[in-house]
C-alpha cells in the first residue's frame, strides 16, 4: 500500500520516541503513537493482566499508532472483530495541520475521522485503547490432506463458543512447508494447515474437538522440548505469511481478498478450484458485525500486471472482493469509493492539503471514476532521486 512513502518530497515525521505507556487502568491503557504493541502489552500484562485486543503479525515492532492509521485487523480479530468497529479504539488525539493548529479530542465515532486514513487529515499524538483479559496462549498448529477440509476446520472452531482462540488461520499447501523453513519439519509438504492460538484453560477441549475431525495436531509449543529459533504462531500468518514466502521467493505477491458470508466457504472454494497453485489460499477468520467470516491473503506465483489484473477480476466478477495491496491511495486499496467523512474533516483540519499528498484521490480530483482498469496516478508525483 505505501501508506507512508511520501511521493512528493517533503517532510516525514518519525513519532518513535513517543511511545510512553501514560496510564493503564481496567480495560484502557493510554500510550504515544510510538509506543510498539508488543511493549505495551508487556506493561499491561505486568500492570494488570491484560493485553491489547488485536494486533497485526507484526506485532514485536509496529507502532499503535501506525495500527490505528493504517491498521484493519489482525491476531484478535476471531473475537473482536475490525479496528474500526465501535470499541475498538477508544480516544486519540490528533494535531491539525493548520495555520494555528489545533489539538484534538476524538472519542466515539470520531474516532473514525482518522482511522486508516493514512495520516492524511490529522497528526496522532496520543492513543486510548481497550485491553482484555491476557493470557499464556498456546501455539496449536493442525494438519490436513485437504485445504477445504482445514477451511472447514477452521470455520466450526471459529463459532465454538467455548473454546477461546486468539487466531485461526487456515493455509494451503505447499505454502507451509515451502516457506515456513523453520517450522519445515513439522509438515509434509503437500499438507494444509491451520495455525491456532488456544487459551491454555480451552486446550483440553479444543484437543477433544480436532480429534473429532480429519486433523491431526502436528505442532504444539507446550509440549515442544526446544522451542529454539521458532517463531511465534503469529508470526506464520496475516501479512507474515507473504513475508515468508518473499524471503524464499522474490516473485511471490498476494493480495487481499474478503468473501462474503454467510456462503464464504463456497466463495473460497470456487476460487480454489479456479486457480489452484497459482493462488495458493490462505484465509484468516474473523468476526464481521457478530458472526464469522472469512479474509483471505492468497498468494500470487506472478506472471504478469496483466494477469494479475486478471486474476482480480475474476475474484470480482465471483462476489469476492480484493483490496488491493498494489495501490498508494485509500480508495483504490480500500471499498473503490470516496469515505466522505474522511474527506471533510480533510478540508477542516489539513485545508493546504499537505498531509501526505496523493494518497487520498477525493481530495486530489473528486470527479474521479472508480471504475476505471487503470491505477490513479498523483499529478504530484516525484521520483526518488
Known amino acids: 500500500y505505501g501508506q507512508a512513502m511520501p511521493l512528493s518530497g517533503g517532510v516525514v515525521l518519525n513519532l518513535a520516541e513517543m511511545n510512553a505507556v501514560q496510564a493503564i487502568a481496567p480495560g484502557r491503557v493510554v500510550t504515544g503513537p510510538g509506543a510498539v504493541l508488543a511493549e505495551i502489552d508487556k506493561a499491561t500484562r505486568a500492570h494488570s493482566a491484560q493485553e491489547l485486543r488485536m494486533s497485526p503479525s507484526t506485532y514485536n515492532t509496529a507502532s499503535i499508532g501506525g495500527f490505528v492509521a493504517g491498521g484493519s485487523g489482525g491476531v484478535g480479530s476471531i ?14 488525539r490528533t494535531v491539525t495541520m493548520e495555520a494555528e493548529p489545533r489539538v484534538m479530542e476524538l472519542t466515539g465515532e470520531e474516532v473514525l475521522k482518522v482511522m486508516h486514513a493514512y495520516g492524511t487529515n490529522g497528526i496522532i499524538t496520543e492513543v486510548e485503547m481497550p ?38 488461520t487456515p493455509i494451503a499447501a505447499p505454502i507451509p512447508y515451502d516457506y515456513f523453513k523453520r517450522h519445515q519439519k513439522f509438515f509434509r509438504r503437500e499438507q494444509s494447515i491451520v495455525v491456532c492460538m488456544i487459551a491454555p484453560h480451552a486446550i483440553d477441549a479444543f484437543v477433544a474437538f480436532v480429534k473429532s475431525g480429519k486433523g491431526e495436531i502436528v505442532f504444539r509449543a507446550d509440549q515442544e522440548a526446544d522451542l529454539k529459533g521458532l517463531p511465534p504462531a503469529y508470526e506464520l500468518t496475516w501479512n507474515h505469511t507473504t513475508l515468508r514466502a518473499i524471503r524464499v521467493d522474490p516473485t511471490i505477491t498476494y493480495l487481499q481478498a474478503r468473501y462474503p458470508s454467510p456462503d464464504h466457504l463456497a466463495h473460497v472454494k470456487a476460487m480454489v478450484d479456479r486457480f489452484g497453485d497459482e493462488v495458493p489460499a490462505h484465509l484468516e477468520f474473523i468476526r464481521f ?9 492468497p498468494l500470487v506465483r506472478y506472471t504478469t500486471e496483466e494477469r494479475l489484473d486478471e486474476i482480480i477480476r475474476i475474484h470480482e466478477d465471483n462476489g469476492c472482493w480484493i ?33 501526505n499528498p496523493g494518497k487520498m484521490i477525493a481530495w486530489e480530483n473528486p470527479d474521479y471514476d472508480y471504475r476505471s482498469s487503470k491505477s490513479f496516478l498523483f499529478k504530484g508525483l516525484q521520483k526518488a532521486g
Open 323 to 355: 483490496f488491493n495491496p498494489h495501490r498508494y491511495t485509500l480508495e483504490e486499496g480500500g471499498m473503490k469509493r470516496t469515505d466522505d467523512v474522511q474527506l471533510a474533516f480533510k478540508r477542516e483540519t489539513d485545508p493546504q492539503g499537505l498531509l
Open 131 to 168: 485491553l482484555t483479559a491476557s493470557y499464556d496462549w498456546i501455539d496449536v498448529i493442525v494438519g490436513f490432506d485437504d485445504f477445504m477440509d482445514a477451511a472447514g476446520f477452521g470455520n466450526d472452531l471459529a463459532i465454538q463458543d467455548g473454546i477461546l482462540a486468539k487466531l485461526i
Open 289 to 297: 458485525d457478530g458472526a464469522i467470516g472469512a479474509a483471505g491473503l
Open 79 to 92: 473475537r473482536w472483530g475490525g479496528l474500526r468497529d465501535l470499541g475498538n479504539v477508544i480516544r486519540l
